[in-house]
């Protein structure tokens, strides 16, 4: 079964007339988009730069408001729910974000940062979450003695896994991983999907995965949407990717 329905989401910003020679005023950045994904599946967007699939990807967890569309999870349309029941569906959904180091707060110990969204999300005592951050650490393959440090004492590679165990803190269903590996040396990118195949296959996520090129895309992703100018042009199984050079 789908565990995310997309239904001719559309997100439009607003621009000053004239700027990016636009005259209508807003900037088409999505425009009408639709598809599925199913229950463990890593579904990947890909298309140039400015494409869209960024604003897609907020948009469609509602980190910004879609102009248009549904956006069902198991069947619930998000779109419809209130400020309240929408953080209580935030749990489900989670981001990794491509720069691990500006998404995590420099002031904060990896312990905290780790632990953030179980406060913020009233989850456990502190016992509990201490348990949990502990495990979120083992999980990712951060040591122990790592949690009293911060993000600026890490490499790239490892503040990518510290963001990746912050979108588990809370249990989540489906992650969006936007360029999650984009920013990291190449030596280190394979790493870092291998731990996301890992995680995927211990906790039975659904990932919905943005990449600018299909070479990463192609080793993790089971479908493929491909977007151009704010639309998918075309959705593909992996298996006809392949036959792609
Ligand atoms: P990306 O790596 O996703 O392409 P960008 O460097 O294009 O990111 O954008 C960085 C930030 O600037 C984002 O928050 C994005 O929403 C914003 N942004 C991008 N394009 C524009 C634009 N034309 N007008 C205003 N803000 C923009
Ligand atoms: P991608 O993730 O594929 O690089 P984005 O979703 O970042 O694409 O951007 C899609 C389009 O929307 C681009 O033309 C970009 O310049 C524009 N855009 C992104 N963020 C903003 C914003 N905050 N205001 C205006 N335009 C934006």
Redesign the pocket.
């Known amino acids: 079964g789908n565990l995310l329905e997309v239904k001719g989401l559309k997100k439009y910003?607003p621009?000053q007339k004239g700027?990016?020679n636009s005259t209508a005023g807003y900037?088409k950045a999505v425009d009408d988009i639709s598809f599925s994904i199913r229950r463990g599946e890593t579904f990947g967007l890909v298309g140039e730069?400015?494409c869209g699939?960024?604003?897609a990807g907020r948009s469609l967890l509602r980190l910004m408001e879609p102009t248009a569309g549904e956006i069902l999870f198991e069947g619930r349309d998000i779109t419809k729910l209130s400020a309240g029941e929408l953080r209580k569906q935030r749990r489900e959904m989670q981001m990794v974000f491509?720069d691990p180091f500006s998404s995590l707060d420099p002031r904060h110990t990896v312990e905290r940062i780790l632990e953030e969204p179980m406060i913020v999300h009233r989850t456990g005592n502190a016992r509990e979450r201490r348990a949990a951050v502990d495990k979120l650490a083992d999980v990712v393959g951060l040591a122990k003695s790592q949690l009293q440090r911060y993000p600026h004492q890490f490499s790239g590679g490892q503040r990518q896994r510290i963001g990746i165990a912050r979108a588990l803190a809370l249990q989540p269903k489906l992650i969006v991983a936007?360029?999650p590996v984009s920013a990291l040396d190449v030596s280190i990118q394979s790493q870092v999907i291998n731990l996301m195949q890992d995680l995927q296959h211990e906790f039975g996520l659904t990932y919905l995965f943005i990449a600018h090129d299909l070479s990463v895309v192609k080793h993790i992703c089971d479908r493929v949407a491909v977007m151009y100018l704010g639309r998918i042009i075309e959705i593909t199984d992996k298996h006809s990717l392949y036959a792609h050079p």
Do not use: M
């Open positions: 910003y621009v700027f990016l900037v730069s400015g699939k960024s604003t491509q936007d360029e």
